[in-house]
C-alpha cells in the first residue's frame, strides 16, 4: 500500500524536532503541519495540541520525527528520536531525514504496535502552505459529465486543503514566542499584520453603521404606501433608473450588513459587490468630469433639439411616402389619408411639446449629469430613460398600427372560422363546431372583404412603425446589456484570478522533483486556478434585469399577429 506524506516546503530548512499535523486514514495519508523544535515537554505538546484540536475541530497529532540533515548525525539523537515514538504512540510513526549532503531524502516508517509490519511505498509530496491555506478548492463545474473517479479525487484534495486551512490556529504561533513550544511553518517569521488594514477595520465600523441607518431610511421611504399608488407605482416598476436604484440599495445593504459571511461564496460575493460599485462609481465620476468640462453639456443642449426636428422632418417625409404610393402599391386611399393625417398629428404635437421644452432642457441635463456620481450604469440607464421618452411618439406609433392590426388579424382568423362553422369555446379554450344561419354568414362575408382589402394598408404602417421600434428596442437593449455587464461582472474574482490564481484552485497537479531506487519519490503539488471563464459563471453577481424567455419562433409569431413586444421585463410583471 502507498503511504503518502503531504510536507510544507517551507519547513524544509527547519531545525531537528517532531512532525505535527493530522492523519486521514481512509487515504492513508497524513498531512504534516509544522515541526515542533527541541527542546521541548512532551505533556506541554500534547496540551498544546489538544487545545488546538478543540478549537480547530481537526485531530491534530504526532505523525512522526525530523532530523536535518545540516546538522551532524549523532547516534543519541536518532534513537532519541525513534524512541519518541513510544511517548507519542502513532501508528505508523513517519521518520523523515536528509543523509548527509545528498540532495534526496530518507524517509520511513516504524509499526512498534504491529505484529506483521508491512513495507509500505512512500511519495512525499512537497506543499506551499501558504497557497493551499488561503486557496479555496472548487468543485467541478461540469458535473454531469465527471466520472466516479473523478469526484472521489476532489473529495480526497478537498480533505487536504480543509484540513491545512482550518489549521489557521496553530499558525499563530512563530518561533518568537516566549512560549515553552517553537514551531516552524509557512508563518514562522512572525504573524503577519499591518497596521493600517487595523485601522481601516475599526474605521468602517462607524462608517458601516451610518450607511445601514441610512440605508434602512431610504428603503423604509421606498417600502411607504405612497410609491404604491399611480402613478409611482407604474413609474418605479417601468423606468430603468428606478429599477437600477432599488438594485444598487440592495447591494449596499448587502456591504454594509454587520452580519458575518458564513462561507468563501458569501465573501466573495459581497467583495465582488464592494469592487462592483467602487468602479462603478469611479467611471461615474470620470463620465461627470468630462460632461461639464469645455461647457459639453451646454454643446449637448444645442444639438438636441436640431437632431429631434430631424428626426421628425424624417418621419414625416416617411408618412407622405407612405400616404402617396409606397413602393408602387396601391393602398386603400381612404384608409391610408386617415392614417397618415393621425399620425402627422402626433408628429405636430410631438414638435410643439419638444420646442416647448427646449429652454429647459440644458438646465435638465445639468442635473442629470450630476446623477453620474452614482455610477456609471445610473447615467446608463437615465439615458435609456430619455431615448425611451425622445421617442416616445414612435412608441404610439407602434402601438395604434399594432393593436389595429392585430384587430383585423383577429377579426379575419375568427370569420375564417365561421365559413368552416367553427367557433372559439372561451371557457374551455379551444375550437368547437357551430350551425350559423343564412344572416350570419352573409354579414360575415362582407366582414371578411373589407378586413381583408384593407388589410395591405394597415400591413404596411404595421410593419414600418414596427421596425422603427425594433431599432429603439435595439439601442435600448445594447445599454441594458452594458448596465447587466457592469452589474453582473464579478470583478474582484477576476483581479484575484489575475494577481493571485492561486486563490481560486481547480485542482492541482504534481510534479517530479527526484526519483531513486530504494529512495522515496518525491513530488511538488502545485494549484491549478480556474479558467477565467469558470471564474465568471461561478461568481456572477445576479442583476435586476429577467431576459425574455421567448425562442425566435415565438418572437416572430408575435410580430406576425400584432402582439406587442415590451422593452421592459422584469421578473415579477405580467406578461400579456
Known amino acids: 500500500m502507498v503511504l503518502k506524506v503531504f510536507f510544507p516546503s517551507c519547513c524544509s530548512s527547519a531545525e531537528s524536532g517532531i512532525l505535527i499535523g493530522r492523519w486521514i486514514s481512509e487515504q492513508n495519508s497524513a498531512v504534516i503541519l509544522a515541526v515542533v523544535h527541541f527542546p521541548f515537554i512532551p505533556a506541554q505538546v500534547k496540551q498544546y495540541l489538544s487545545e488546538v484540536q478543540r478549537v480547530t475541530q481537526v485531530s491534530v497529532a504526532v505523525l512522526g520525527s525530523w532530523s536535518n540533515s545540516k546538522e551532524k548525525k549523532e547516534e543519541s539523537l536518532s534513537e532519541f528520536l525513534e524512541d519518541l515514538g513510544t511517548?507519542?504512540?502513532?501508528?505508523?510513526?513517519?521518520?523523515?531525514?536528509?543523509?548527509?549532503?545528498?540532495?534526496?531524502?530518507?524517509?520511513?516508517?516504524?509499526?512498534?504496535?504491529?505484529?506483521?509490519?508491512?513495507?509500505?511505498?512512500?511519495?512525499?509530496?512537497?506543499?506551499?502552505?501558504?497557497k493551499v491555506m488561503l486557496s479555496h478548492l472548487h468543485p467541478p463545474l461540469d458535473t454531469a459529465t465527471s466520472t466516479e473517479n473523478k469526484a472521489d479525487d476532489a473529495s480526497k484534495l478537498a480533505a487536504i486543503f480543509d484540513t491545512v486551512a482550518r489549521s489557521r490556529v496553530l499558525f499563530m504561533t512563530d518561533r518568537y514566542d516566549d512560549g515553552p513550544i517553537k514551531l516552524t511553518h509557512w508563518q514562522s517569521d512572525g504573524?503577519?499584520?499591518?497596521?493600517?488594514?487595523?485601522?481601516?477595520?475599526?474605521?468602517?465600523?462607524?462608517?458601516?453603521?451610518?450607511?445601514?441607518?441610512?440605508?434602512?431610511?431610504?428603503?423604509?421611504?421606498?417600502?411607504?404606501?405612497?410609491?404604491?399608488?399611480?402613478?409611482?407605482?407604474?413609474?418605479?416598476?417601468?423606468?430603468?433608473?428606478?429599477?437600477?436604484?432599488?438594485?444598487?440599495?440592495?447591494?449596499?445593504?448587502?456591504?454594509?450588513?454587520?452580519?458575518?459571511?458564513?462561507?468563501?461564496?458569501?465573501?466573495?460575493?459581497?467583495?465582488?459587490?464592494?469592487?462592483?460599485?467602487?468602479?462603478?462609481?469611479?467611471?461615474?465620476?470620470?463620465?461627470?468630469?468630462?460632461?461639464?468640462?469645455?461647457?459639453?453639456?451646454?454643446?449637448?443642449?444645442?444639438t438636441l433639439i436640431p437632431v429631434a426636428d430631424h428626426v421628425a422632418e424624417e418621419l414625416q417625409d416617411l408618412l407622405q411616402w407612405l400616404m402617396g404610393a409606397p413602393a408602387g402599391l396601391k393602398m386603400n386611399r381612404a384608409l391610408d389619408q386617415v392614417l397618415g393625417r393621425f399620425f402627422l398629428y402626433h408628429i405636430h404635437l410631438w414638435i410643439s411639446y419638444i420646442h416647448l421644452m427646449s429652454p429647459f432642457i440644458e438646465m435638465i441635463l445639468w442635473y442629470v449629469g450630476l446623477s453620474a456620481c452614482l455610477g456609471l450604469t445610473m447615467a446608463l440607464c437615465i439615458l435609456s430613460d430619455i431615448v425611451a421618452l425622445l421617442t416616445f411618439h414612435i412608441y404610439c406609433f407602434y402601438v395604434y398600427g399594432a393593436r389595429l392590426y392585430c384587430l383585423k388579424i383577429y377579426g379575419l382568423s375568427s370569420l375564417w372560422r365561421l365559413f368552416r362553422g367553427k367557433k372559439w369555446n372561451v371557457l374551455r379554450q379551444r375550437v368547437d363546431s357551430c350551425s350559423y344561419d343564412l344572416d350570419q354568414l352573409f354579414i360575415g362575408t362582407l366582414l371578411f372583404t373589407i378586413l381583408l382589402f384593407l388589410l395591405p394598408t394597415t400591413a404596411l404602417y404595421y410593419l414600418v412603425f414596427t421596425l422603427l421600434r425594433l431599432l429603439?428596442?435595439?439601442?435600448?437593449?445594447?445599454?441594458?446589456?452594458?448596465?447587466?455587464?457592469?452589474?453582473?461582472?464579478?470583478?474582484?474574482?477576476?483581479?484575484?484570478?489575475?494577481?493571485?490564481?492561486?486563490r481560486l484552485a481547480a485542482g492541482v497537479k504534481f510534479r517530479v522533483l527526484e526519483q531513486q531506487d530504494g529512495k522515496p519519490l518525491r513530488l511538488l503539488m502545485q494549484i491549478n486556478p480556474l479558467s477565467y471563464g469558470s471564474v465568471v459563471q461561478?461568481?456572477?453577481?445576479?442583476?435586476?434585469?429577467?431576459?425574455?424567455?421567448?425562442?425566435?419562433?415565438s418572437l416572430c409569431k408575435k410580430l406576425f399577429l400584432g402582439e406587442l413586444i415590451y422593452p421592459w421585463k422584469h421578473k415579477g410583471d405580467k406578461q400579456d
Open 87 to 130: 511517548i507519542f504512540s502513532h501508528e505508523p510513526w513517519i521518520q523523515i531525514s536528509k543523509e548527509g549532503d545528498s540532495k534526496f531524502w530518507s524517509c520511513s516508517t516504524l509499526q512498534k504496535h504491529s505484529t506483521h509490519p508491512k513495507e509500505e511505498e512512500i511519495i512525499l509530496v512537497y506543499y506551499d502552505q501558504r
Open 191 to 302: 504573524v503577519e499584520a499591518s497596521i493600517i488594514v487595523e485601522l481601516l477595520k475599526q474605521a468602517s465600523v462607524p462608517a458601516c453603521m451610518l450607511l445601514t441607518f441610512l440605508l434602512s431610511l431610504i428603503s423604509g421611504i421606498c417600502r411607504s404606501r405612497v410609491l404604491k399608488f399611480w402613478p409611482w407605482s407604474f413609474l418605479w416598476s417601468k423606468l430603468s433608473t428606478c429599477e437600477q436604484l432599488g438594485h444598487r440599495l440592495q447591494h449596499l445593504q448587502v456591504i454594509s450588513s454587520n452580519k458575518k459571511a458564513q462561507n468563501q461564496t458569501q465573501l466573495m460575493r459581497k467583495a465582488n459587490i464592494f469592487v462592483s460599485l467602487l468602479i462603478d462609481v469611479a467611471l461615474g465620476i470620470l463620465l461627470m468630469s468630462w460632461l461639464y468640462k469645455k461647457n459639453r453639456i451646454g454643446h449637448l443642449a444645442d
Open 538 to 553: 461561478t461568481y456572477r453577481l445576479p442583476t435586476y434585469s429577467c431576459y425574455p424567455k421567448d425562442s425566435w419562433t
Open 472 to 502: 429603439v428596442v435595439i439601442v435600448q437593449g445594447l445599454i441594458h446589456l452594458l448596465v447587466d455587464l457592469i452589474d453582473s461582472l464579478p470583478l474582484y474574482s477576476i483581479i484575484l484570478r489575475l494577481c493571485r490564481s492561486y
